[in-house]
C-alpha cells in the first residue's frame, strides 16, 4: 500500500486548505487518519475516519477540520478551515487495520499570524 498525500502550502490565519490522501494497490479496507508534525515536537493524532465511517477528531481541531472519504477512489480529505499558527506542521495520512499499519510521505502545512 502507498500512500500520497497533497494539499499543503502556506496560507494566512483564519484561511482554509484541503489535504487529500490516496491510497493505492489497497488489498483490505483501512482506516485512514490524519497526523500531524510541528517542528521539535512529536507527531500528534489530529483526525480518524474508520472503515466503518466513524470520525473522531482531536479536541483542538473539532468544529474546523472535516475528515471525508471516497472509498471508490481510495481517497480521504482533511477540509482545515480557520487555521491557526498552532496547525503548522508536516500533515502525515495513515492507513491502519488490525497489524497493517502504512504511513504517507507528509505535506506541509505553515500557517501565519
Known amino acids: 500500500v502507498q500512500l500520497q498525500a497533497s494539499g499543503g502550502g502556506s496560507v494566512q490565519a483564519g484561511d482554509s486548505l484541503t489535504l487529500s490522501c490516496t491510497a493505492s494497490r489497497v488489498t483490505v479496507p483501512l482506516n485512514m487518519g490524519w497526523y500531524r508534525q510541528a517542528p521539535g515536537k512529536q507527531r500528534e493524532f489530529v483526525a480518524v475516519i474508520t472503515r466503518g465511517g466513524s470520525i473522531n477528531y482531536r479536541d483542538s481541531v473539532k468544529g474546523r477540520f472535516t475528515v471525508s472519504k471516497d472509498d471508490a477512489k481510495n481517497t480521504v480529505w482533511l477540509r482545515m478551515n480557520d487555521l491557526k499558527p498552532e496547525d503548522t506542521g508536516v500533515y502525515f495520512c495513515?492507513?491502519?487495520?488490525?497489524?497493517?499499519?502504512?504511513w504517507g510521505q507528509g505535506t506541509l502545512v505553515t500557517v501565519s499570524s
Open positions: 495513515n492507513g491502519s487495520f488490525r497489524d497493517l499499519n502504512y
